[in-house]
C-alpha cells in the first residue's frame, strides 16, 4: 500500500479505500499496528529521542563547562596532573548530577503531558474506540463530531450538516461546508469534501478515511512556519534578567581579580584558573536544572490534586494569577441542568413549547449542550412522524439554532436560543396554541419580558423557543429564513450552585486571586448565582455595551465589574487583554469551542478533562475535576514551586555572592591565592549538592497567601544588602586565621574552605523564611544534605588524599571559634534579612 495523491480528494470514495486496502469499516489493530511501524507516527515532526549518550554529552556544551575542560587542557599541558584530575573530577559529578536530576524531571513532566493528550475517535476491528492522535494511520475510519479537532488530512466518505474552521490553513475565519461528495477539485482552500490536520469541526458529523499523517500532510508543509516561538513569558523574561545581572558581576569581578593578580607578578597560570574558578563559583550553573526539577515536582504535585500540567512555565504564572475569568457553568454550579418549566407568553405550563424544543434538540447536529440533553432527558416526544431536512447549526455571534423539519403537509423551521435574540426576531406569539396567533406589540413584549425577569431572579436559565411555517418546497434552512417568527414560549432550567464555590471563592479572595464571572447568560440569573453563593457583585457589563467602548473606556469598566454578562467569545478575549494591559496576570477557566482564544490569550489558560478537543489543546493546564477548589490547590502549588527556585537564587545572590566577593577582595592583601582553584570548584560542587533538595523543601504558609512576581529590584537589593554581611564575616576569618593561628598558604586555604562552606550552606535556613527560622521547619532532605555538605568540608582536610587538595589539618581550637562565627552570622543576617523586609523590600 503506497499513500495516495497529494490531491487525494479528486478521487471516488470507492478508488480512495482501494488505494489505502482499507475499508468504510475501518482497519484491524494488526493491520494498524504494522502501518504505524511503516509510516511512523502521526505527529508533525518526527526528530526521534535522542539517545541517553548524546542528551549526556550536551550538558558539556554549557558554557562554563567548556571553559572548565579548556582550564583542564591548560593544566595538563603544563605538568599540573593533579589539577586537571580533579578539574574533571568535580567537573563530571556536577554534569551527572545535571543531566538526571533533569532527565527524571523531563520523564515525570512527558508522563503528564500524555495523560491529557487529545484523543481521536478511530474504528478499529469493527467498533469505535478513541486512541492518541499520533496513532492514527492511512487508511484509519475516523468519527469526527462538533469540538474535535481533525486529526489528519481526510476524505470525507459520510458527512451530516459538516461545518469546519480552518481558518489556520486558508485565514478564513468563517466556518465552511464540508459534504461527502465527488468533485474534482485543486485548490486546498476550495475541496469541500476533504478536511485537514489541525482545523476544528463547528458542528455536525462525520465519518472520514485518514488519508496522509504526521509530516506528510498539509500542515506538516508549513510545520516550521506555524512554529513559531511564543513571546517570552514573565518567568522566562525574569530568569534572563537574572542571568544578566550575574553576567555582569562575573565579568566585573573576573576582570578585576585577573588585572590585580597580573599587577602583582603572581604565575599566569595560577591566576588564570584562579579567575576561572572564581567565575565558576560566582555563577548558578545548576539553576536551569533546579529550575525544570522544581517545576517538574510542582507538576507532579499539581497531578496528585488533580491538575495535569502541559507547560511546565505556567506554574509560575498560576502562582502569580491575580485574576481568574470564569464562566459559571459547571464551575459555580453543578452543571447538572434539569428543565423545569416550558411557559407560554402568558406564563402557563404548555406541550406546545416543549414539542418545539424537542424537535430542535433532537435533530439539532452541532455542538450539543447541557440545555439540549436536559430537555431530551425531561419527557419524550413522539417524532416518529417528523423528518429533518435542514438546519443552520448554533454559532456564538447569533446565539441560536435553526431546524427545518416536516411532517405529511406541514414544513416548520424551530428556532431556540437567547431570549433577547429570539424576541427581536419575532414578530407574532402564539396564544394557547398553534392557531391563536397575536401581533407581538409593544404590550405583550412588555409583558413577555417581564416574565422572563422573573424566571431570571427565581435562577432559571431560559431559552426562547419560536417556529416559522415554510413552503413545502423551501428546500434549505439560512440565517435570513430566522425572521418574522411566531413566539411560543421559554424553556426554564435549573442548575443549582456548587455547594464548594463557595468556599474556593473565598479560599482564592483571601489569597489575592479575584475572581470575574465572563458569561454568555444573563444578568439576572448571573446574580442570582452570586447571591446563592454569597459573592458580591461589584459591578456588571453587559455584552451590548461592550462594542460602543474603546479600550480606554473598557479598561475602566472592566477593572470595576467582576460580571459580564451575554458576551461573545470576541469580547470574552477583549476584556482579558485589557486586563493584561493593565498588569494583571490572568487566568481563564473555559471548556468549549468558544473558549479557545481566550484560552491562548489569557497568561494562564485552564480547562477540564471534558471539555472539547480544541478548548483542551489550546490550554496550559487541565483540570481532572471541574471544581473551583481544585484550581485553589493549583494556585498555592504555583505560589510553593516559585518560593523554592527562589530560594536557591536568594543563596545564589547573597551568600555565594558575598563570598566571591571576599575571595576577589583578598587578593588585595595576601601574597597568595585566597583559595585554590580546585579548591573553588570543589566548594561550589558541595555547595550545589546541599541545594539539590530545595525543590522538595517545605514553604511558609504566609508565603502562599497572596500572587508572586518575579521582581528583578527585589533580588538585586537583597543582594547588596545580605551578600556584604558575608563579606564581613569572611574578613574577619582571615583575620583570626593570620593573626590568631598565624596561618600559613595551607592552613588559610583550609580554614576558609571549611568557613566558606559551613556559611554559604547554612544560611539556607535563614534565607529560606521571611519569619523566624526557627518556627519554619526546613524539609528533611534539604537539612539532610545542607548537614552532610558541611560535615564533608569538615572532614577533607583528615582524607588520605588532603594533601592533593592542599588542606591540612587546623588546630582544634579553630572549630570552637569556627561555631561561634557561624553562629554569630546567621544571627546578623537574620537581623538584616528583617530590616530588609521591614523597610527595603518593595514586594
Given at each position: 500500500?503506497e499513500?495516495?495523491?497529494a490531491?487525494?480528494?479528486n478521487?471516488?470514495?470507492?478508488?480512495?479505500?482501494?488505494?489505502?486496502?482499507?475499508?468504510?469499516?475501518?482497519?484491524?489493530?494488526k493491520?494498524a499496528?504494522?502501518?504505524?511501524?511503516?509510516?511512523?507516527?502521526?505527529?508533525?515532526?518526527?526528530?526521534?529521542?535522542?539517545?541517553?549518550?548524546?542528551?549526556?554529552?550536551?550538558?558539556?556544551?554549557?558554557?562554563?563547562?567548556?571553559?572548565?575542560?579548556?582550564a583542564?587542557?591548560?593544566s595538563?599541558?603544563?605538568g599540573?596532573?593533579?589539577?586537571?584530575v580533579?578539574?574533571?573530577?568535580?567537573?563530571?559529578m556536577?554534569v551527572?548530577?545535571?543531566?538526571?536530576?533533569?532527565?527524571?524531571?523531563g520523564?515525570?513532566a512527558d508522563?503528564l503531558?500524555?495523560?491529557v493528550?487529545?484523543?481521536a475517535?478511530?474504528?478499529?476491528d469493527?467498533?469505535?474506540?478513541?486512541?492518541?492522535?499520533a496513532?492514527?494511520v492511512?487508511?484509519?475510519?475516523?468519527?469526527?463530531?462538533?469540538?474535535?479537532?481533525i486529526?489528519?488530512?481526510?476524505?470525507?466518505i459520510?458527512?451530516?450538516d459538516?461545518?469546519?474552521?480552518q481558518?489556520m490553513?486558508?485565514?478564513?475565519?468563517?466556518?465552511?461546508?464540508?459534504?461527502?461528495?465527488?468533485?474534482?477539485?485543486?485548490?486546498?482552500?476550495?475541496?469541500d469534501?476533504?478536511?485537514?490536520?489541525g482545523?476544528?469541526?463547528?458542528?455536525?458529523?462525520?465519518?472520514?478515511?485518514?488519508c496522509?499523517?504526521?509530516?506528510?500532510?498539509?500542515?506538516?508543509?508549513?510545520?516550521?512556519?506555524?512554529?513559531?516561538?511564543?513571546?517570552?513569558?514573565a518567568?522566562?523574561?525574569?530568569?534572563q534578567?537574572?542571568?544578566?545581572?550575574?553576567?555582569r558581576?562575573?565579568?566585573?569581578?573576573?576582570?578585576?581579580?585577573?588585572?590585580?593578580?597580573?599587577y602583582?607578578?603572581?604565575?599566569?597560570?595560577?591566576?588564570?584558573?584562579?579567575?576561572?574558578?572564581?567565575?565558576?563559583?560566582?555563577?548558578?550553573?545548576?539553576?536551569?536544572?533546579?529550575?525544570?526539577?522544581?517545576?517538574s515536582?510542582?507538576?507532579l504535585?499539581m497531578?496528585?490534586k488533580?491538575?495535569?500540567?502541559?507547560?511546565?512555565?505556567?506554574?509560575?504564572?498560576?502562582g502569580?494569577?491575580?485574576?481568574?475569568?470564569?464562566?459559571k457553568?459547571?464551575?459555580?454550579?453543578?452543571?447538572?441542568?434539569?428543565?423545569?418549566?416550558?411557559l407560554?407568553?402568558?406564563g402557563?405550563?404548555s406541550?406546545?413549547?416543549?414539542?418545539?424544543?424537542?424537535?430542535?434538540?433532537?435533530?439539532?447536529?452541532?455542538?450539543k449542550s447541557?440545555?439540549?440533553?436536559?430537555?431530551?432527558?425531561?419527557?419524550?416526544?413522539?417524532?416518529?412522524?417528523?423528518?429533518?431536512?435542514?438546519?443552520?447549526?448554533?454559532d456564538?455571534?447569533?446565539r441560536?439554532?435553526?431546524?427545518?423539519?416536516?411532517?405529511?403537509?406541514?414544513?416548520?423551521?424551530?428556532?431556540?436560543?437567547?431570549p433577547?435574540?429570539?424576541?427581536?426576531?419575532?414578530?407574532?406569539?402564539?396564544?394557547?396554541?398553534?392557531?391563536?396567533?397575536?401581533?407581538?406589540?409593544?404590550q405583550a413584549?412588555?409583558s413577555?419580558?417581564?416574565?422572563?425577569?422573573?424566571l431570571?431572579?427565581?435562577?432559571?436559565?431560559?431559552?426562547?423557543?419560536?417556529?416559522?411555517?415554510?413552503?413545502?418546497d423551501?428546500?434549505?434552512a439560512?440565517?435570513?429564513?430566522?425572521?418574522?417568527?411566531?413566539?411560543?414560549?421559554?424553556a426554564?432550567?435549573?442548575?443549582?450552585?456548587?455547594?464548594?464555590a463557595?468556599?474556593a471563592?473565598?479560599?482564592?479572595?483571601?489569597?489575592?486571586?479575584?475572581?470575574k464571572?465572563v458569561?454568555g447568560?444573563?444578568?439576572?440569573?448571573?446574580r442570582?448565582?452570586?447571591?446563592?453563593?454569597?459573592?458580591q457583585?461589584?459591578?456588571?457589563l453587559?455584552?451590548?455595551?461592550?462594542?460602543?467602548?474603546?479600550?480606554?473606556t473598557?479598561?475602566?469598566?472592566?477593572?470595576?465589574?467582576?460580571?459580564?454578562?451575554?458576551?461573545?467569545?470576541?469580547?470574552?478575549?477583549?476584556?482579558?487583554?485589557?486586563?493584561?494591559?493593565?498588569?494583571?496576570?490572568?487566568?481563564?477557566?473555559?471548556?468549549g469551542?468558544?473558549?479557545?482564544?481566550?484560552?491562548?490569550?489569557?497568561?494562564?489558560?485552564?480547562?477540564?478533562?471534558?471539555?472539547?478537543?480544541v478548548?483542551?489543546?489550546?490550554?496550559?493546564?487541565?483540570?481532572?475535576?471541574?471544581?473551583?477548589?481544585?484550581?485553589?490547590?493549583?494556585?498555592?502549588?504555583?505560589r510553593?514551586?516559585f518560593?523554592?527556585?527562589?530560594?536557591?537564587?536568594?543563596?545564589g545572590?547573597?551568600?555565594?555572592?558575598g563570598?566571591?566577593?571576599?575571595?576577589?577582595?583578598?587578593?588585595?592583601?595576601?601574597?597568595?591565592?585566597?583559595m585554590l582553584?580546585?579548591?573553588?570548584?570543589?566548594?561550589?560542587?558541595?555547595?550545589?549538592v546541599?541545594?539539590?533538595?530545595?525543590p522538595?523543601?517545605?514553604?511558609?504558609?504566609?508565603?502562599?497567601?497572596?500572587?508572586?512576581?518575579?521582581d528583578?529590584?527585589?533580588?538585586?537589593?537583597?543582594?547588596?544588602?545580605?551578600?556584604?554581611?558575608?563579606s564581613?564575616?569572611?574578613?574577619?576569618?582571615?583575620?583570626i586565621?593570620?593573626?590568631v593561628?598565624?596561618?600559613?598558604?595551607?592552613?588559610?586555604?583550609?580554614?576558609?574552605?571549611?568557613?566558606?562552606?559551613?556559611?554559604?550552606?547554612l544560611?539556607?535556613?535563614?534565607?529560606?523564611?521571611?519569619?523566624?527560622?526557627?518556627?519554619?521547619?526546613?524539609?528533611?532532605?534539604?537539612?539532610?544534605?545542607?548537614?552532610t555538605?558541611?560535615?564533608?568540608?569538615?572532614?577533607?582536610?583528615?582524607?588520605?588524599?588532603?594533601?592533593?587538595?592542599?588542606?591540612?589539618?587546623?588546630?582544634?581550637?579553630?572549630?570552637?571559634?569556627?561555631?561561634a562565627?557561624?553562629?554569630?552570622?546567621?544571627?546578623?543576617?537574620?537581623?538584616?534579612?528583617?530590616?530588609?523586609?521591614?523597610?527595603?523590600?518593595?514586594?
Amino acid at each position: 500500500m503506497e499513500r495516495p495523491d497529494a490531491l487525494f480528494w479528486n478521487l471516488s470514495a470507492e478508488a480512495l479505500l482501494a488505494q489505502l486496502e482499507a475499508t468504510r469499516a475501518g482497519l484491524s489493530q494488526k493491520e494498524a499496528r504494522a502501518r504505524i511501524a511503516r509510516f511512523g507516527p502521526n505527529t508533525l515532526r518526527d526528530h526521534g529521542e535522542r539517545s541517553l549518550l548524546i542528551q549526556y554529552l550536551g550538558h558539556f556544551r554549557n558554557p562554563l563547562v567548556m571553559v572548565l575542560m579548556a582550564a583542564s587542557a591548560v593544566s595538563a599541558l603544563t605538568g599540573e596532573i593533579t589539577g586537571f584530575v580533579i578539574i574533571w573530577a568535580i567537573m563530571l559529578m556536577s554534569v551527572t548530577l545535571d543531566f538526571v536530576q533533569e532527565y527524571r524531571a523531563g520523564r515525570a513532566a512527558d508522563q503528564l503531558k500524555r495523560a491529557v493528550a487529545v484523543r481521536a475517535t478511530v474504528l478499529r476491528d469493527g467498533h469505535s474506540q478513541e486512541i492518541a492522535m499520533a496513532g492514527l494511520v492511512p487508511g484509519d475510519v475516523v468519527l469526527l463530531a462538533a469540538g474535535d479537532l481533525i486529526p489528519a488530512d481526510c476524505r470525507l466518505i459520510e458527512a451530516k450538516d459538516f461545518f469546519v474552521n480552518q481558518a489556520m490553513l486558508t485565514g478564513e475565519s468563517y466556518p465552511v461546508e464540508k459534504h461527502a461528495r465527488e468533485l474534482p477539485m485543486e485548490d486546498i482552500s476550495q475541496p469541500d469534501n476533504a478536511v485537514f490536520m489541525g482545523t476544528s469541526v463547528i458542528s455536525g458529523m462525520a465519518r472520514a478515511i485518514v488519508c496522509r499523517t504526521g509530516a506528510s500532510t498539509s500542515v506538516g508543509d508549513i510545520a516550521d512556519s506555524l512554529q513559531v516561538k511564543p513571546p517570552p513569558t514573565a518567568f522566562e523574561l525574569g530568569t534572563q534578567s537574572f542571568g544578566m545581572l550575574i553576567m555582569r558581576l562575573t565579568i566585573f569581578l573576573v576582570l578585576f581579580v585577573f588585572l590585580i593578580n597580573a599587577y602583582f607578578h603572581r604565575p599566569f597560570m595560577e591566576s588564570f584558573l584562579f579567575a576561572i574558578a572564581l567565575a565558576v563559583g560566582l555563577t548558578p550553573e545548576l539553576l536551569p536544572m533546579v529550575i525544570t526539577v522544581t517545576l517538574s515536582r510542582g507538576a507532579l504535585r499539581m497531578a496528585k490534586k488533580q491538575v495535569i500540567v502541559k507547560q511546565l512555565a505556567a506554574i509560575h504564572n498560576l502562582g502569580s494569577m491575580d485574576v481568574l475569568c470564569t464562566d459559571k457553568t459547571g464551575t459555580l454550579t453543578e452543571g447538572r441542568i434539569k428543565l423545569e418549566r416550558h411557559l407560554d407568553a402568558q406564563g402557563n405550563d404548555s406541550a406546545q413549547v416543549l414539542r418545539l424544543a424537542y424537535l430542535n434538540s433532537y435533530f439539532e447536529t452541532g455542538l450539543k449542550s447541557p440545555l439540549d440533553d436536559a430537555i431530551l432527558r425531561h419527557e419524550e416526544v413522539d417524532v416518529s412522524g417528523w423528518k429533518k431536512i435542514d438546519e443552520v447549526p448554533f454559532d456564538f455571534e447569533r446565539r441560536r439554532v435553526s431546524v427545518l423539519v416536516e411532517e405529511g403537509e406541514q414544513r416548520l423551521l424551530v428556532v431556540k436560543g437567547s431570549p433577547e435574540d429570539i424576541l427581536r426576531l419575532s414578530t407574532q406569539y402564539a396564544l394557547g396554541g398553534e392557531q391563536d396567533l397575536q401581533q407581538l406589540d409593544e404590550q405583550a413584549l412588555a409583558s413577555i419580558r417581564a416574565l422572563h425577569d422573573s424566571l431570571g431572579q427565581q435562577g432559571f436559565k431560559v431559552l426562547g423557543i419560536a417556529w416559522r411555517p415554510v413552503a413545502r418546497d423551501h428546500p434549505h434552512a439560512v440565517v435570513d429564513d430566522e425572521s418574522e417568527l411566531i413566539f411560543a414560549g421559554f424553556a426554564a432550567f435549573l442548575d443549582p450552585p456548587k455547594e464548594s464555590a463557595a468556599h474556593a471563592i473565598k479560599a482564592l479572595a483571601a489569597d489575592g486571586v479575584s475572581i470575574k464571572i465572563v458569561t454568555g447568560d444573563s444578568e439576572l440569573v448571573t446574580r442570582y448565582v452570586c447571591g446563592q453563593l454569597g459573592m458580591q457583585v461589584t459591578s456588571v457589563l453587559n455584552g451590548s455595551e461592550i462594542p460602543q467602548m474603546d479600550d480606554t473606556t473598557l479598561a475602566v469598566r472592566v477593572r470595576e465589574a467582576n460580571l459580564f454578562c451575554r458576551v461573545t467569545p470576541a469580547q470574552k478575549n477583549r476584556i482579558i487583554l485589557s486586563l493584561k494591559a493593565q498588569g494583571h496576570t490572568v487566568g481563564y477557566l473555559g471548556d468549549g469551542i468558544n473558549d479557545a482564544p481566550s484560552l491562548r490569550s489569557a497568561d494562564v489558560g485552564i480547562s477540564v478533562d471534558s471539555a472539547v478537543d480544541v478548548a483542551k489543546a489550546a490550554a496550559d493546564m487541565i483540570m481532572l475535576r471541574h471544581d473551583l477548589s481544585v484550581l485553589h490547590s493549583g494556585v498555592q502549588e504555583g505560589r510553593r514551586t516559585f518560593a523554592n527556585i527562589m530560594k536557591y537564587i536568594m543563596m545564589g545572590t547573597s551568600s555565594s555572592f558575598g563570598n566571591m566577593f571576599s575571595m576577589a577582595g583578598a587578593t588585595l592583601f595576601l601574597p597568595f591565592l585566597p583559595m585554590l582553584p580546585t579548591q573553588i570548584l570543589l566548594n561550589n560542587l558541595l555547595y550545589d549538592v546541599s541545594e539539590l533538595s530545595i525543590p522538595m523543601d517545605s514553604v511558609d504558609h504566609a508565603y502562599l497567601n497572596r500572587p508572586r512576581h518575579w521582581d528583578m529590584n527585589f533580588i538585586r537589593n537583597f543582594m547588596w544588602v545580605v551578600g556584604p554581611v558575608s563579606s564581613v564575616f569572611d574578613f574577619l576569618t582571615f583575620f583570626i586565621l593570620l593573626k590568631v593561628f598565624g596561618a600559613n598558604e595551607e592552613l588559610f586555604h583550609t580554614g576558609w574552605f571549611i568557613e566558606s562552606i559551613a556559611t554559604q550552606v547554612l544560611v539556607i535556613f535563614v534565607i529560606r523564611t521571611r519569619g523566624n527560622p526557627f518556627k519554619s521547619r526546613p524539609g528533611p532532605a534539604l537539612a539532610f544534605a545542607s548537614l552532610t555538605a558541611v560535615g564533608v568540608a569538615t572532614a577533607l582536610p583528615y582524607m588520605p588524599f588532603a594533601a592533593q587538595l592542599g588542606f591540612v589539618a587546623p588546630p582544634p581550637l579553630f572549630f570552637p571559634i569556627l561555631i561561634a562565627m557561624v553562629l554569630s552570622y546567621l544571627v546578623a543576617v537574620e537581623f538584616v534579612k528583617r530590616l530588609f523586609y521591614r523597610y527595603a523590600a518593595v514586594r
